[in-house]
């Protein structure tokens, strides 16, 4: 498919410095910094994406020491499965939609 936009072609050399500035802004911005572009237009990241990160981390952190300790107990043979409780968290997880 082709797409024919006479305007993008017809731009004055205003708006041609404005749009690589702004392509400019577009590219930096994925750094996480605040970027200014033409004095006007700003892109800012909360704080929210690095308490994402730190909490995805301790999340990954404790679930492996769940899965270590798991191991350690079924290799020693100390681990017993509870059948009633393992079979009621699937069809839970089953019924609110999960996919894993």
Known sequence: MKVVDRNLSSGSPI??????????????????????AGGEDQVEFSNTLGSLAR???????????????????YQSGAYRADSSTTS?????????????
């Open 15 to 36: 708006e041609t410095g404005r749009t690589q500035e702004t392509q400019r802004a577009s590219t930096t911005a994925g750094t996480g910094a605040a970027t200014r």
């Open 55 to 73: 909490a995805m981390s301790t999340f990954n952190a404790s679930r492996a020491s769940k899965v270590q300790a798991l191991a350690a107990q």
């Open 88 to 100: 009621r968290a699937m069809i839970a997880h089953a019924l609110a939609g999960g996919d894993e």
